[in-house]
């Protein structure tokens, strides 16, 4: 088949054009490519003539799109509206790429692909109506990930939390990371990996998650982190009163698929996909010298 991927160059578009090309025809148009929110700029998929587009182009820096509403609600919105358009026109499979954040983080277990969102803040807000832009077109999958960690880094975002906590390890410095919000952390590469092979399954249209299995506080990710990676660090728990970020985020958003594995589709537990993530950027190299 053929397959845009938009934000190609982003931490899961970089890992879905590894994942797809072997036995696709795989086009990736990064931002530079393409704009989303401006729906000529988005004609250039009708040149392509893909069976399917995958949508991971968002505006997700969660605090400045306190900010930027309006940018935020162009891109993750109004961007998915005109893909929805575009891809009914040209008769294309659209996939969108959700968040965790369209819950309000209310329920004390993992959000399943049945359970009402409630966004509570603008970021989530935004991918909200970007799912529903993205139903306008039948033959949709909304797939939702969360705390994304990936080789290519977060684009815009420089890097990653992986890669932070390492560096700020490494750097000794005294590290603080809230430890009353939880969220499944998800490595790029598995959600690709999934992603295919919801494709090559031809599942029924919906919404699916995809994030690693099991979740987490975000002060337990760190520690885990520093542990495979045989660091020493100060690291001090907080909490998110004391976090001063501008946006509020739900405290519990891990998620859980109860459709995937339905159709025999099963993603890892979190800490094996993270030591494989660290393997691959060789940080694992430091534990195994000690």
């Not at 991927?5 to 696709?24: I, P």
């Not at 090559?200 to 885990?224: D, R």
């Not at 890892?268 to 694992?284: I, P, T």
Request: aromatic content about 8%; some cysteine; hydrophobic content about 35%.
């Amino acid at each position: 088949m053929r397959i845009v991927v938009l934000g190609s160059n982003g931490q899961l578009g970089t890992d879905l054009m590894k994942a797809l090309r072997d036995e696709h025809e795989v086009a990736g148009l990064a931002h530079q490519d393409i704009e989303v929110a401006d729906y000529k700029s988005c004609l250039i998929l009708k040149d392509h003539r893909p069976d399917i587009i995958i949508n991971t182009a968002a505006f997700h820096k969660t605090d400045q799109c306190e900010e930027e509403p309006l940018k935020t609600f162009s891109v993750n919105a109004i961007g998915a509206r005109n893909v929805a358009t575009i891809s009914m026109e040209i008769e294309a499979i659209n996939i969108f790429i959700s968040t965790d954040y369209v819950f309000d983080g209310s329920k004390d277990k993992p959000y399943t692909e049945n359970d009402a969102p409630n966004p509570v803040n603008t970021y989530g807000i935004s991918k909200l109506a970007g799912e529903l832009y993205t139903k306008q077109n039948p033959e949709y999958y909304t797939v939702r990930v969360a705390s994304l960690f990936g080789v290519a880094g977060a684009s815009g975002k420089g890097g990653n939390f992986v890669e932070t906590m390492i560096k700020k390890a490494e750097r000794n410095e005294p590290i603080s990371v809230v430890d009353d919000m939880w969220m499944s952390p998800t490595y790029t590469r598995d959600a690709a990996t999934t992603i295919r092979s919801m494709i090559q399954a031809k599942l029924p249209y919906g919404t699916y998650h995809a994030t690693n299995k099991g979740y987490c506080t975000w002060f337990e990710f760190a520690e885990e982190i520093l542990r495979l990676a045989g660091l020493k660090a100060t690291l001090t728990p907080i909490k998110t009163s004391q976090s001063q970020a501008k946006a509020r985020r739900p405290s519990f958003s891990a998620l859980k698929s109860t459709k995937l594995p339905k159709h025999g589709i099963h993603v890892r537990e979190w800490r094996k996909a993270l030591a494989d993530y660290l393997a691959e950027k060789g940080h694992l190299q430091r534990s195994q010298r000690t």
